[in-house]
């Protein structure tokens, strides 16, 4: 009897002693939780969130799966395989990094001439700047194209965007200064030379096919925002017609005479200044009024990069809805561009006639 009863409590006694085991090994199991717990919360946290190991490891797994499978040759361009914006993105950062300075060097001279022609033009009074189109406008082609100038100028101020004009007269005139000083230079070197006319060729094929947007990222980038940027945006845009054809002019010079010229004595130099641009400017002048018609395209455009002016009031009227805005400066910059290719054109037939 005594050995039945000792064995349920033996049994009971081992049933306490594994419960207590087992407890044991849960409260330490507990413990080494909360340790790794607070030992985790205690170190420092990777800001960057860097992949763990097993994620890296997958990720050079999944790469060199994807690798393996080789290229889909029926779609073989959804991809790019060419990091072409990488290499401008880079190649754009490290020029603002090393010359921008000398970038905002070139807004000085801009500058200057851009707000001396713009402060003449704003503060002259309005009846002398139009006795003064008058005047130009019968130098260049009789009282018909004066008093036409004169109707259309006389409408920009009664439309309400006679200050805004002027600053786009200013902004177009600067810009066609400097498209003239570039411009005229490198088209004689051009026509003087068939190995530069080859160098320079896609040069202006991709000046003249770019879109005019393209041009407002790194023209942003290097000279900021305002009218400056506007007016080194617009010089890029409208110089490259400048360049064709004052170098088609001056090689359409008909060959005999720049022999006899040669046989005279003539010197290079007064072989180009009294034989060969004389008989080039129609020409010439063709080129200056492309480069006009050019500027005056670009005005809208420039406003963007908050360049004031006719096209500041278009893009204010597109962003409010407000047409009655937006045709004010659209009939102010028709207008202006009307006026301006009839005296350039004008121009060139005068000298052509003389």
Not at 71 to 95: E, K, M, Q, R, T
């Amino acid at each position: 009897m005594s050995t039945s009863i000792a064995q349920p409590v033996a049994q009971a006694a081992s049933a306490a002693a594994s419960d207590a085991a087992s407890a044991a090994v849960s409260d330490s199991a507990s413990a080494a939780v909360s340790d790794a717990a607070i030992a985790a919360a205690s170190a420092p946290v990777d800001q960057w969130g860097a992949a763990p190991a097993a994620a890296s490891n997958d990720f050079l797994g999944a790469a060199h799966s994807a690798v393996s499978t080789g290229i889909d040759w029926w779609h073989p361009f959804n991809d790019a395989v060419i990091p072409l914006s990488d290499w401008v993105g880079l190649a754009l950062s490290w020029v603002v990094t090393h010359f921008r300075p000398a970038f905002q060097a070139i807004r000085v001279p801009i500058n200057y001439l851009l707000s001396s022609v713009e402060l003449g033009l704003q503060s002259m009074p309005q009846l002398l700047m139009l006795l003064l189109i008058f005047l130009i406008a019968w130098r260049v082609n009789g009282r018909k194209l004066a008093i036409g100038s004169v109707i259309a100028f006389v409408l920009i101020g009664l439309i309400g965007a006679w200050s805004e004009a002027m600053v786009t007269l200013a902004l177009v005139l600067t810009s066609l200064i400097f498209c003239i000083l570039i411009g005229l230079p490198l088209g004689i070197a051009v026509a003087r030379s068939d190995r530069l006319q080859e160098v320079m060729r896609p040069g202006l094929d991709a000046m003249q096919t770019t879109p005019a947007f393209v041009y407002l990222v790194p023209v942003v980038m290097l000279f900021g925002i305002g009218n400056v940027p506007g007016v080194v945006v617009t010089i890029i845009f409208a110089l490259a017609p400048l360049i064709r054809l004052t170098n088609l002019g001056i090689r359409q010079v008909r060959p005999d005479l720049i022999e006899a010229s040669r046989s005279f004595g003539a010197s290079p130099w007064q072989l180009l200044v009294r034989v060969q641009l004389p008989l080039a400017l129609p020409t010439i002048m063709a080129g200056v009024n492309q480069a006009l018609m050019l500027s005056l395209s670009m005005v809208v455009i420039a406003s963007m990069i908050a360049v004031g002016g006719l096209g500041q009031m278009v893009l204010r009227g597109i962003g409010r809805l407000d047409m009655g805005l937006a045709t004010v400066g659209g009939v102010g910059i028709v207008l202006m561009a009307i006026v301006l290719d009839r005296m350039t054109q004008s121009m060139g037939q005068v000298r052509k006639g003389a």
